[in-house]
């Protein structure tokens, strides 16, 4: 199995990004997908999640409204559209995946299966 991050980057404050993370070696359709974060000295946190089918998404408080979550089951690729960027979203992002019946959007991370190594977000104000 391989999750594989891309689209981090360096970029202003108000700028955006997208992430994504191409799976491979799991049956894409079947997993439930999330975003977390890890920046320098706290612990890693939740960003979003998406269910199986895609209809079902869950975000942290802290990025309701500016993050988007999306999924193309086709392409076996998991999306982060990062909007009104600050700095406190520096951290590297990791996708998760994990194979479930049904249809729930994962919030907690001891319920992911399988890692992508992460991609670096840099903010600068």
């Known amino acids: 199995v391989q999750l594989q991050a891309s689209g981090g980057g360096l970029v202003q404050a108000g700028g955006s990004l997208r992430l994504s993370c191409a799976a491979s070696?799991?049956?894409?359709?079947?997993?439930?997908m999330g975003w977390f974060r890890q920046s320098p000295g706290n612990e890693r946190e939740f960003v979003a999640a998406?269910?199986?089918?895609?209809?079902?998404?869950a975000y942290a408080d802290s990025v309701k409204a500016r993050f988007t979550i999306s999924r193309e089951n086709a392409k076996n690729t998991v999306y982060l559209q990062i909007d009104s960027l600050k700095s406190e979203d520096t951290a590297v992002y990791y996708c998760?995946?994990?194979?479930?019946?049904?249809?729930?959007?994962?919030?907690?991370?001891?319920?992911?299966?399988?890692w992508g190594q992460g991609t670096l977000v840099t903010v600068s104000s």
């Open positions: 998760a995946a994990r194979a479930i019946l049904k249809d729930y959007a994962l919030r907690a991370g001891n319920e992911y299966e399988y």
């Open positions: 070696g799991i049956t894409f359709g079947y997993c439930a």
């Open positions: 998406i269910s199986r089918s895609g209809t079902r998404t």
